[in-house]
């Protein structure tokens, strides 16, 4: 395998492990604030479980644009600095709670946290 090929792999091995991500947005007056939510995989997008009573909810309710960090298990290295991690940029969107696409989720949501 090439290095491209290996970093590929250990992404979506980390994606794979992962039950929760780490999430920066930008709170009142563009300031920013870290937080986790759980998180599950379908089609490729990450999909997070929020409450609507949450800071990060809001900010990301005004302003969509987001970063998420991967972490390996702390317990999984010997050494905390090299720790697997990834980290990703992107834009939120609303699942409305109507549609097909939330129900769906939700079955992966269950399956994974019971």
């Keep these: 395998m090439n290095d491209i090929n290996d970093a590929r792999e250990a992404y979506l ?7 929760s991500v780490q999430l920066a947005t ?22 997070l479980y929020l409450s609507g009573l949450s800071s990060h909810c809001g900010n990301l309710l005004k302003n969509p644009q987001i970063s998420l960090l991967l972490l390996d298990d ?6 905390p600095f090299a720790r697997v991690r990834a980290s990703l940029q992107g834009s939120v969107q609303i699942i409305d709670r109507e ?5 769906s989720l939700m079955r992966i949501f269950h399956r994974r946290f019971g």
């Excluded at 091995?13 to 039950?19: D, I, N, Q, W």
């Excluded at 930008?26 to 999909?47: F, I, Q, R, T």
């Excluded at 702390?74 to 050494?79: I, L």
């Design 13 to 19: 091995a980390l994606r794979e492990s992962t039950t």
């Design 74 to 79: 702390a317990t999984s290295t010997v050494n």
């Design 99 to 103: 549609c097909s696409e939330f129900a």
């Design 26 to 47: 930008l709170g009142a007056n563009h300031s920013p604030e870290a937080s986790y939510a759980p998180c599950v995989w379908s089609k490729g997008d990450c999909y």
